[in-house]
C-alpha cells in the first residue's frame, strides 16, 4: 500500500477546505488544516506533498513561510480572488509554485491535487 500523502491547508474557507479534503480522499491524500504561518512551518516535518495557501487568509510574514516550504521541497499552492492582482504578484515574488484564481481553483481543484498527489 501507498503511503499517504499529506496535504497542508490554511484555508479557513469551509466550502473549499471541505472539497479539497473530499477529493483528496479520493486520491488516496489526507489533507491537514492549520490556522498560522506558524503551523504551516512547524507541520514541514511530516514531508507534506503539498502546502494551500488562501490568499486572503495570509498573516503577515506568510512569504518567509513559503520560503520555508520550498526550502523543505514541498510545492505551495495559492490562490486567492481574481482581483486581487496584488495579492497574486505577491504569492509569485515569494515563489508559490502556482497562482489562481478563487474560479479557477473551485473548477480546476482535482487536476491540481492529481498533479502533486500523483
Not at 479520493?26 to 512551518?41: I, P, Y
Not at 506533498?49 to 514541498?74: C, H, N, R, Y
Request: hydrophobic share 50%; glycine share 6%.
Amino acid at each position: 500500500m501507498a503511503a499517504v500523502k499529506t496535504v497542508l491547508g490554511l484555508v479557513p474557507n469551509l466550502m473549499f477546505s471541505t472539497r479539497i479534503a473530499e477529493l483528496a480522499s479520493t486520491m488516496g491524500g489526507l489533507v491537514t488544516l492549520v490556522s498560522s504561518n506558524e503551523e504551516v512551518v512547524e507541520k514541514l516535518d511530516i514531508h507534506p506533498s503539498l502546502v494551500i495557501l488562501d490568499l486572503t487568509a495570509v498573516q503577515p510574514g506568510w512569504q518567509e513561510m513559503v520560503a520555508k516550504a520550498k526550502e523543505a521541497g514541498v510545492p505551495v499552492l495559492a490562490y486567492g480572488p481574481h482581483v486581487d492582482v496584488e495579492a497574486h504578484e505577491a504569492a509569485q515574488a515569494a515563489g508559490c509554485d502556482e497562482v489562481v484564481a478563487n474560479s479557477k481553483f473551485k473548477i480546476d481543484l482535482p487536476n491540481l491535487l492529481k498533479k502533486y498527489l500523483a
